[in-house]
């Protein structure tokens, strides 16, 4: 259990905001926020996914409510995807913290140069 549980409330309203503007991205800010208020690399990632899947479930609605998104632009990609997901859960339960630090932090690094460059 994380120690720092009063802040799980402005940090959620947070990953909240971010993943209904980035599209739920919101857990390239919810593991650091996890790993802050103690929790281990493998339990801060998955538990990312068990929030973050609500919360693009929910922004998906208002996308495509909003008429910005078409799903058949979107089902394409989605049996990849969830083969992805598939393999990420599994591989989680079996690299190392270490690995999974550097990967998660490369993935960010990538990202920013990526937006930064745009």
């Known amino acids: ?19 209904g503007l980035f599209g739920a991205g919101g857990g390239v800010v919810a593991v650091p926020l996890l790993r802050a208020c103690g929790l281990e690399a493998d339990k801060a990632h998955a538990t990312s996914i068990s929030v973050t899947f609500p919360l693009a479930l929910l922004s998906g609605y208002f996308y495509l409510k909003g008429e910005h998104l078409v799903l058949s632009d979107a089902l394409p990609y989605l049996p990849g995807a969830l083969l992805g997901a598939l393999v990420g859960a599994w591989l989680l339960g079996r690299i190392g913290a270490v690995w999974l630090r550097r990967i998660f932090g490369a993935v960010v690094v990538f990202s920013a140069v990526r937006l930064l460059l745009r």
């Open 1 to 19: 259990m994380p120690k720092k549980r009063w802040f799980f409330y402005p940090l959620s309203a947070a990953v909240g905001l971010l993943s």
